[in-house]
């Protein structure tokens, strides 16, 4: 029976639920937002060079031919580079944490290694041009002059090169990687684990049978530590040497779309030259969501079964969901 | 035998091999945290925390307008960023199970991942452009796109996990869906929701970025949200790229105080995310 | 809980209230990094005159200068490479130069073992530049300067990775006395370097080459004096290596001044006279001739006459040359141009 007040309760009732959704719907309006701001700011470059912006290898502002080959080179080189050294180290810190630790140390080595994922970028960054990049360039200059020959290594002993800015982003992704894995494993029933030790396995074995259930979130996790460490300005910006080139070398500076946005943005005297750079951001923009969408889809796979069962406390997971994607 | 042995021996090197990439990763923390605070420390003295920066080539001065700007910014990101995100939160919880949901969901974390140099050429295309000046506001903007999909998704989860009986009790009581959500449940997840909320702050404290084209920076001390500011990571930068001794130094105290917020803020978030940890394993 | 809620409610608060109190009028400018030095020194002094006005100038390039002054995000911009008849069409009303101080461009280098002050002149600084020379025992270097020892070092370029009225001097410079450095690299405030690192500012290029070995950079005088980093002479059109000076950079201006054109927009690189720099260069504060914000425009046009004049006595601590007295006097006519 719909009594006066009852129809009052609807009218309020759909009223919140309106009201509410609305400020959902903002989140939604917002990424919306920025692809089109974005796509709309780099019409004039999108237009004038279309497909040969990704292959142009020349960013030259003076004749007006820009081509991000380079940047691209750059932050996907770097970024691989970072998550070869770091994946290792982080999933040896997710095991180590979730399945090995004795249990008193668990919480206080989880704070320590959050705290890597605490450093602002421009403190990486200051620590990586002070301290980082005078080791590199000692580094560089021992190296014999045989490995040098290899492209790998060859360069003068600048210390600013991919191989400061992959050391750096390498430590700045462990946190990130290290955190999602070990929620993906704790995601893993523990019926896994104990089957495993039941039919006589050894420690490595079990883990090996709890990383098998879990691998598509892990893969997630290591996907996500490279979004991660695509989008990362300015602790790169700092220590990459800011040359547009391609090459192969560790010692070589080169050039990451999110640093020459952060170098050039502000003096780009024409407006095809700023429409070149936000073009840039553009395609930052979309190799980021495409890199999020489908690590978590990946993680959302594992741990979506297992959520019924244990109501763990959701902040955990929001504190080690990676705030990626930094600067 | 020898199979079992061998099967151990594994098992052990595969222990060691995880303990020890623990400690390798500790090794630049305490390698970093060290500089920052052996290097930064000697700098902070009573005028890095109330002075303005001096001219080049006199030494002395401070960063109290780049403190003061960080604080402001944060205050203009968290007062739109905590109402949205709230909000958004409360209505995933409440009816956020169908595919618009699901879609918000995922638009926040996409949103989380952005770069936020891309963040802030949005904003840059937002709030300076049209207005043709840099402000504290188009910074403060920025800053708090970035806060949004940390704090949605934080409330959604801690208000999912408030008993549903707490809510279904309120509504038995004749209260609105409304009344039921902000009067009861919001209270219910309130500490976790601080939390959350001071991860995100504790994370746009830092961020340089997005500010670079849209607060951009300030000799002087400012509080007009109009007018470009300060901010501690961006004054960082620009003494850390100069060649200036006397600039070194104080990006390094600098680099200690912002260290030392942020610090604070990620214990203070852990803190009370352990003490509800254990309100709900009893 | 409740507690922290208050407070947050009286820091917030606190915050809202604060814009009421100052009463000072900012002016936001942005530009050269060239001239970062002396322009802070003046904003300062000014500033102790007339404490009610504070000048916000960040040093981010001149190329930004000149791209924020034409989007209108800030009342004035700075640059050492005059903007083109292309940039000035570009913008929303007309603008104009003002010269504001000399300054040397000077090459800044960082060889282990070697303390002696190397001569260059423009080709081998071109070919170093453009990559051809990539030792510093080179012949073309060692023929340079018989009696130094030079090492079979590396040579490391280090230029500007922003926009910058400093490339735009240094590269105007060199693509006069290298037609194949002109062809390969041009002139403009960001250019497509062949080699090196990049540095943001005048700072970060002095500090690349201070921290490398082997380096070699551009920077305005005044970075390498005060970072006492070395530099080397240059060989002027004359024939003669010159050390940059006070009075090598006004005599660059000397010749230039008897035939200033009406918008101030000259290039004295490669000036002629005996005692010339060949690498000096002015350096301009850029206006809007019809500025919608009178008030504002009235302070700039005062604090600018003060530079022009009392200002000139702080150029000498901090290595510019004031500028001659012939161009001041043209530059207060000029002045007036602006519709206040």
Same mark, same amino acid.
């Given at each position: 029976?719909?009594?006066?007040?009852?129809?009052?309760?609807?009218? &309020?009732?759909?009223?919140?639920?309106?009201?509410?959704?609305?400020?959902?719907?903002?989140?939604?309006?917002?990424?919306?937002?920025?692809?089109?701001?974005?796509?709309?700011?780099?019409?004039?470059?999108?237009?004038?060079?279309?497909?040969?912006?990704?292959?142009?290898?020349?960013? &030259?502002?003076?004749?007006?031919?820009?081509?991000?080959?380079?940047?691209?080179?750059?932050?996907?080189?770097?970024?691989?580079?970072?998550?070869?050294?770091?994946?290792?180290?982080?999933?040896?810190?997710?095991?180590? /944490?979730?399945?090995?630790?004795?249990?008193?140390?668990?919480?206080?080595?989880?704070?320590?290694?959050?705290?890597?994922?605490?450093?602002?970028? *421009?403190?990486?960054?200051?620590?990586?041009?002070?301290?980082?990049?005078?080791?590199?360039?000692?580094?560089?200059?021992?190296?014999?002059?045989?490995?040098?020959?290899?492209?790998?290594? =060859?360069?003068?002993?600048?210390?600013?090169?991919?191989?400061?800015?992959?050391?750096?982003?390498?430590?700045?992704?462990?946190?990130?990687? =290290?955190?999602?894995?070990?929620?993906?494993?704790?995601?893993?029933?523990?019926?896994?684990?104990?089957?495993?030790?039941?039919?006589?396995?050894?420690?490595?074995?079990?883990?090996?049978?709890?990383?098998?259930?879990?691998?598509?979130?892990?893969?997630?996790?290591?996907?996500?530590?490279?979004?991660?460490?695509?989008?990362?300005?300015?602790?790169?910006?700092?220590?990459?040497?800011?040359?547009?080139?391609?090459?192969?070398?560790?010692?070589?500076?080169?050039?990451?779309?999110?640093?020459?946005?952060?170098?050039?943005?502000?003096?780009?005297?024409?407006?095809?030259?700023?429409?070149?750079?936000? +073009?840039?951001?553009?395609?930052?923009?979309?190799?980021?969501?495409?890199?999020?969408?489908?690590?978590?889809?990946?993680?959302?796979?594992?741990?979506?079964?297992?959520?019924?069962?244990?109501?763990?406390?959701?902040?955990?997971?929001?504190?080690?969901?990676?705030?990626?994607?930094?600067? | 035998? %020898?199979?079992?042995?061998?099967? !151990?021996?594994?098992?052990?090197?595969?222990?060691?091999?995880?303990?020890?990439?623990?400690?390798?990763?500790?090794?630049?923390?305490?390698?970093?945290?060290?500089?920052?605070?052996?290097?930064?420390?000697?700098?902070?003295?009573?005028?890095?925390?109330?002075?303005?920066?001096?001219?080049?080539?006199?030494?002395?001065?401070?960063?109290?307008?780049?403190?003061?700007?960080?604080?402001?910014?944060?205050?203009?990101?968290?007062?739109?960023?905590?109402?949205?995100?709230?909000?958004?939160?409360?209505?995933?919880?409440?009816?956020?199970?169908?595919?618009?949901?699901?879609?918000?969901?995922?638009?926040?974390?996409?949103?989380?991942?952005?770069?936020?140099?891309?963040?802030?050429? #949005?904003?840059?295309?937002?709030?300076?452009?049209?207005?043709?000046?840099?402000?504290?506001?188009?910074?403060?903007?920025?800053?708090?796109?970035?806060?949004?999909?940390?704090?949605?998704?934080?409330?959604?989860?801690?208000?999912?996990?408030?008993?549903?009986?707490?809510?279904?009790?309120? /509504?038995?009581?004749?209260?609105?869906?409304?009344?039921?959500?902000?009067?009861?449940?919001?209270?219910?997840?309130?500490?976790?929701?601080?939390?959350?909320?001071?991860?995100?702050?504790?994370?746009?404290?830092?961020?340089?970025?997005?500010?670079?084209?849209?607060?951009?920076? %300030?000799?002087?001390?400012?509080?007009?949200?109009?007018?470009?500011?300060?901010?501690?990571?961006?004054?960082?930068?620009?003494?850390?790229?100069?060649?200036?001794?006397?600039?070194?130094?104080?990006?390094?105290?600098?680099?200690?105080?912002?260290?030392?917020?942020? #610090?604070?803020?990620?214990?203070?978030?852990?803190?009370?995310?352990?003490?509800?940890?254990?309100?709900?394993?009893? | 809980?409740?507690?922290?809620?208050?407070?947050?409610?009286?820091?917030?608060?606190?915050?809202?209230?604060?814009?009421?109190?100052?009463?000072?009028?900012?002016?936001?400018?942005?530009?050269?990094?060239?001239?970062?030095?002396?322009?802070?020194?003046?904003?300062?002094?000014?500033?102790?005159?007339?404490?009610?006005?504070?000048?916000?100038?960040?040093?981010?390039?001149?190329?930004?200068?000149?791209?924020?002054?034409?989007?209108?995000?800030?009342?004035?911009?700075?640059?050492?490479?005059?903007?083109?008849?292309?940039?000035?069409?570009?913008?929303?009303?007309?603008?104009? @130069?003002?010269?504001?101080?000399?300054?040397?461009?000077?090459?800044?280098?960082?060889?282990?073992?070697?303390?002696? !002050?190397?001569?260059?002149?423009?080709?081998?600084?071109?070919?170093? *530049?453009?990559?051809?020379?990539?030792?510093?025992?080179?012949?073309?270097?060692?023929? /340079?300067?018989?009696?130094?020892?030079?090492?079979?070092?590396?040579?490391?370029?280090? @230029?500007?990775? &922003?926009?910058?009225?400093?490339?735009?001097?240094?590269?105007?410079?060199?693509?006069?006395?290298?037609? +194949?450095?002109?062809?390969?690299?041009?002139?403009?405030?960001?250019? %497509?370097?062949?080699?090196?690192?990049?540095? !943001?500012?005048?700072?970060?290029?002095?500090?690349?080459?201070?921290?490398?070995?082997?380096?070699?950079?551009?920077?305005?005088?005044?970075?390498?004096?005060?970072?006492?980093?070395?530099?080397?002479?240059?060989?002027?059109?004359?024939?003669?290596?010159?050390?940059?000076?006070?009075?090598?950079?006004?005599?660059?201006?000397?010749?230039?001044?008897?035939?200033?054109?009406?918008?101030?927009?000259?290039?004295?690189?490669?000036?002629?006279?005996?005692?010339?720099?060949?690498?000096?260069?002015?350096?301009?504060?850029?206006?809007?001739?019809?500025?919608?914000?009178?008030?504002?425009? !009235?302070?700039?046009?005062?604090?600018?006459?003060?530079?022009?004049?009392?200002?000139?006595?702080?150029?000498? +601590?901090?290595?510019?040359?004031?500028?001659?007295?012939?161009?001041?006097?043209?530059?207060?006519?000029?002045?007036?141009?602006?519709?206040?």
């Amino acid at each position: 029976m719909k009594t006066p007040s009852s129809r009052r309760r609807n009218t &309020d009732d759909r009223a919140f639920r309106l009201g509410t959704g609305f400020f959902a719907l903002l989140v939604v309006l917002l990424v919306a937002g920025i692809f089109i701001e974005l796509y709309r700011t780099s019409h004039l470059s999108l237009a004038k060079f279309g497909f040969r912006f990704w292959t142009g290898r020349t960013w &030259d502002p003076v004749s007006g031919e820009f081509g991000a080959l380079p940047f691209i080179w750059g932050t996907l080189y770097s970024s691989m580079l970072a998550m070869l050294i770091s994946t290792p180290i982080a999933l040896g810190i997710a095991i180590f /944490l979730s399945e090995l630790s004795p249990r008193r140390f668990r919480a206080p080595l989880a704070f320590l290694t959050e705290l890597l994922a605490a450093v602002p970028s *421009i403190v990486y960054g200051l620590w990586g041009v002070f301290v980082l990049v005078p080791i590199v360039r000692k580094l560089q200059v021992v190296t014999p002059d045989w490995l040098k020959k290899v492209p790998l290594f =060859s360069g003068p002993p600048l210390g600013v090169g991919m191989l400061s800015a992959a050391l750096i982003l390498a430590v700045m992704v462990i946190p990130f990687t =290290s955190s999602v894995a070990r929620e993906v494993l704790k995601a893993v029933p523990a019926t896994q684990r104990e089957a495993a030790y039941a039919l006589g396995a050894t420690r490595w074995e079990a883990i090996q049978a709890a990383l098998r259930f879990g691998r598509t979130g892990i893969i997630g996790a290591v996907i996500l530590g490279f979004g991660r460490a695509v989008g990362e300005t300015m602790a790169v910006t700092m220590v990459i040497g800011n040359n547009p080139q391609i090459s192969a070398s560790l010692y070589a500076p080169q050039y990451s779309m999110s640093a020459v946005i952060a170098n050039e943005f502000t003096e780009a005297a024409d407006n095809l030259y700023l429409s070149a750079l936000i +073009e840039i951001g553009l395609v930052l923009f979309v190799i980021t969501v495409i890199v999020n969408a489908i690590s978590r889809l990946l993680i959302w796979s594992v741990t979506r079964e297992v959520k019924a069962k244990a109501p763990k406390p959701a902040t955990t997971m929001a504190l080690a969901a990676p705030t990626g994607g930094g600067e | 035998m %020898n199979r079992t042995r061998r099967r !151990k021996a594994l098992s052990g090197f595969v222990v060691f091999l995880c303990a020890g990439s623990v400690v390798l990763a500790l090794i630049p923390l305490f390698f970093i945290f060290g500089y920052v605070i052996s290097k930064g420390f000697s700098s902070l003295n009573w005028d890095f925390f109330t002075k303005m920066p001096k001219p080049v080539g006199e030494t002395g001065g401070g960063m109290a307008n780049a403190m003061v700007g960080t604080a402001y910014l944060i205050a203009i990101a968290g007062g739109f960023a905590v109402p949205v995100g709230v909000i958004a939160g409360v209505y995933l919880s409440e009816y956020g199970k169908k595919s618009f949901g699901s879609l918000v969901r995922f638009t926040a974390d996409v949103l989380n991942g952005v770069p936020s140099i891309v963040i802030g050429i #949005f904003a840059y295309g937002l709030a300076v452009l049209p207005v043709k000046h840099f402000s504290a506001l188009a910074g403060g903007l920025a800053l708090g796109f970035m806060m949004v999909p940390i704090i949605t998704r934080t409330t959604e989860e801690l208000l999912n996990l408030v008993p549903g009986s707490l809510r279904e009790g309120a /509504l038995a009581l004749g209260a609105t869906r409304a009344r039921a959500a902000f009067s009861v449940m919001v209270p219910a997840a309130l500490p976790g929701i601080m939390t959350g909320i001071l991860v995100a702050l504790a994370r746009i404290a830092g961020e340089t970025a997005p500010l670079l084209f849209t607060a951009f920076n %300030n000799r002087y001390l400012t509080t007009s949200l109009l007018q470009p500011i300060s901010s501690l990571p961006v004054q960082i930068y620009t003494y850390a790229i100069s060649p200036y001794d006397d600039w070194h130094r104080q990006a390094w105290a600098g680099a200690l105080v912002l260290v030392g917020f942020v #610090f604070t803020f990620s214990v203070l978030a852990r803190v009370v995310t352990r003490r509800l940890e254990r309100m709900h394993r009893t | 809980m409740k507690l922290a809620r208050i407070f947050l409610t009286v820091a917030f608060s606190t915050l809202i209230a604060l814009p009421a109190i100052s009463q000072t009028t900012q002016i936001n400018g942005a530009g050269a990094t060239f001239p970062y030095p002396i322009y802070s020194k003046w904003f300062s002094e000014y500033g102790k005159i007339h404490p009610e006005v504070e000048v916000n100038y960040q040093s981010i390039g001149s190329g930004g200068g000149i791209r924020q002054l034409t989007a209108q995000t800030v009342f004035f911009g700075a640059s050492d490479g005059p903007m083109n008849d292309e940039q000035l069409k570009g913008a929303p009303g007309p603008i104009l @130069h003002f010269p504001t101080v000399l300054g040397a461009v000077v090459p800044v280098y960082n060889i282990p073992g070697v303390d002696a !002050k190397l001569k260059f002149n423009g080709k081998v600084l071109a070919d170093v *530049i453009l990559g051809k020379i990539t030792k510093w025992n080179d012949a073309a270097l060692v023929a /340079l300067n018989p009696g130094v020892k030079l090492p079979a070092t590396d040579i490391a370029v280090a @230029h500007r990775s &922003d926009g910058s009225g400093t490339t735009y001097i240094f590269v105007d410079y060199l693509s006069k006395v290298s037609p +194949e450095f002109k062809e390969k690299v041009g002139v403009n405030t960001s250019v %497509n370097w062949p080699v090196g690192v990049g540095g !943001k500012g005048n700072e970060g290029v002095a500090g690349l080459v201070k921290q490398t070995p082997g380096a070699i950079g551009y920077v305005e005088l005044i970075y390498a004096l005060q970072n006492k980093i070395a530099f080397g002479s240059v060989q002027n059109a004359d024939g003669e290596f010159i050390t940059a000076s006070l009075d090598s950079v006004t005599a660059a201006a000397t010749s230039a001044s008897k035939s200033m054109p009406a918008d101030f927009r000259v290039s004295i690189t490669n000036a002629p006279g005996k005692s010339a720099y060949p690498i000096s260069s002015f350096t301009w504060m850029l206006f809007y001739e019809n500025p919608t914000d009178k008030q504002r425009a !009235k302070i700039m046009v005062d604090f600018t006459k003060w530079a022009l004049t009392d200002g000139q006595k702080y150029c000498a +601590e901090l290595g510019y040359a004031p500028l001659p007295k012939e161009v001041v006097a043209l530059e207060m006519e000029a002045l007036k141009k602006i519709k206040l």
